[in-house]
């Protein structure tokens, strides 16, 4: 059973102004406070690449960013402008801009898939048995999984024994996405519609999986090439990706109108990202 434990806050200010009877102003700010998750009995792991050799920090009020593992961050502001003119009586022109972050400790950082499957709370035991000549038999039982030393607040590594664990960066920021827009709205004939419009966003620090611990390609064995040869694979979850959508969007509605109303709508989009969410 798990008992992960998280703080959200978030503080948002809007106003509305009329400048003239043919232009609106709408202004805002959004401040979010999203505190990663810590577990209540501090169950938690997460390599250090810091130490030397690597070892795997076990939460605690010491640990490297404290129980969660990984440090606050504080600087989640989100600005919000919107701006629409009239034309004339039939047309509209509007636009708008937003940033937008993102907690990614839901099942990545600190999640139920992130920080918990590390040593010493997640270990267990390879069993390799000869067909014809079996060592290991229901009647001997299942080997005991050996237990994992913790020393000083840190899982080091042994030598032959191989620890399965994961990285995610503790010092890593909030993904946040800019998102902007700008429509042109007409009215046409009885009760229509029409709208043509740019939409577009720049996603910036999301997450991606990664191994940071891959072999540098050469001869001799794997593991000697490795950053940390006394570890195996470290499935890594860094925060430094980005992304870019850009977008034409055309639509025209028509109300009901002798009994007939219908909505069509057209979209030309492109979109390059290099990291799009948790693993």
Same mark, same amino acid.
């Given at each position: 059973?798990?008992?992960?434990?998280?703080?959200?806050n978030?503080l948002?200010?809007?106003d509305?102004?009329?400048?003239? @009877?043919? !232009?609106?102003l709408?202004l805002?700010? /959004?401040?979010?406070? *999203?505190? %990663?998750?810590?577990?209540?009995?501090n169950?938690?792991g997460?390599?250090?690449p810091?130490?030397? &050799?690597?070892?795997?920090?076990?939460?605690?009020?010491?640990? %490297?960013c404290?129980?969660?593992?990984?440090?606050t961050d504080?600087?989640d502001?989100?600005p919000?402008?919107?701006?629409a003119?009239?034309i004339?009586s039939k047309?509209v022109? /509007? #636009?708008?801009?937003?940033? +937008?972050?993102?907690d990614?400790?839901?099942?990545? +950082?600190g999640?139920?898939?992130?920080?918990l499957? =590390?040593?010493?709370?997640? /270990?267990?035991? #390879?069993?390799?048995?000869?067909i #014809?000549?079996?060592?290991?038999t *229901?009647?001997?039982?299942?080997p005991?999984?050996? @237990?994992?030393?913790?020393t000083? &607040?840190f899982?080091? $590594?042994?030598?032959?024994?191989?620890?399965?664990?994961?990285?995610?960066?503790?010092?890593?920021?909030n993904?946040y #996405?800019?998102?902007?827009n700008? @429509? *042109?709205?007409?009215?046409?004939?009885k =009760?229509?519609?029409?709208?043509?419009?740019?939409?577009?966003?720049? @996603?910036?620090?999301?997450?991606?999986?990664?191994?940071?611990?891959?072999?540098?390609p &050469? $001869?001799?064995?794997?593991?000697s090439?490795? $950053?940390?040869? !006394?570890?195996?694979? !470290? =499935?890594?979850m860094v925060?430094?990706?980005?992304?870019?959508?850009?977008?034409?969007q055309?639509a +025209?509605?028509? /109300?009901v109108?002798?009994?007939?109303g +219908?909505?069509?709508?057209?979209?030309?989009?492109h979109?390059?990202?290099e &990291?799009?969410g948790e693993?």
């Amino acid at each position: 059973e798990i008992g992960q434990r998280q703080w959200e806050n978030g503080l948002y200010v809007q106003d509305t102004w009329s400048v003239t @009877s043919k !232009l609106t102003l709408t202004l805002g700010v /959004r401040y979010e406070m *999203l505190q %990663p998750r810590s577990e209540i009995y501090n169950r938690q792991g997460n390599f250090d690449p810091a130490i030397a &050799g690597g070892a795997v920090a076990v939460a605690g009020n010491n640990a %490297p960013c404290g129980r969660a593992l990984r440090c606050t961050d504080w600087g989640d502001i989100g600005p919000r402008v919107a701006l629409a003119y009239k034309i004339n009586s039939k047309t509209v022109l /509007r #636009t708008g801009f937003g940033i +937008f972050y993102d907690d990614y400790a839901v099942n990545g +950082f600190g999640g139920t898939s992130g920080l918990l499957y =590390d040593p010493p709370f997640f /270990r267990g035991a #390879t069993v390799s048995n000869s067909i #014809t000549t079996p060592t290991v038999t *229901l009647d001997n039982g299942v080997p005991a999984i050996p @237990s994992i030393p913790v020393t000083n &607040g840190f899982v080091y $590594p042994v030598a032959g024994v191989n620890y399965v664990t994961n990285y995610h960066d503790p010092h890593g920021k909030n993904a946040y #996405t800019e998102e902007y827009n700008v @429509s *042109l709205e007409r009215e046409i004939g009885k =009760d229509g519609l029409a709208r043509i419009a740019y939409v577009g966003n720049q @996603s910036h620090r999301n997450w991606y999986d990664t191994d940071i611990n891959q072999a540098y390609p &050469g $001869p001799g064995p794997i593991a000697s090439r490795r $950053p940390f040869p !006394l570890w195996g694979d !470290l =499935d890594s979850m860094v925060m430094d990706g980005q992304g870019a959508y850009n977008s034409l969007q055309a639509a +025209f509605k028509q /109300r009901v109108w002798q009994g007939l109303g +219908f909505n069509a709508v057209y979209t030309y989009s492109h979109d390059i990202t290099e &990291g799009t969410g948790e693993w």
